[in-house]
């Protein structure tokens, strides 16, 4: 692997993780983001 092949798009995987969300309210200036780094 060369290092400028990484971009962002190339090696991409999916990931099976879900989050759910059991309230009724939702607040739609709440954002949330997962941010994922380590080894494989």
């Avoid at 999916?14 to 983001?33: F, G, K, L, S």
Wanted: charged share 20%; hydrophobic share 30%.
């Amino acid at each position: 692997m060369n290092i400028d092949d990484i971009n962002g798009s190339n090696y991409e995987q999916v990931v099976p993780y879900t989050i759910t969300c059991d309230t009724a309210v939702r607040d739609p200036q709440m954002e949330m983001t997962l941010t994922w780094s380590g080894t494989q």
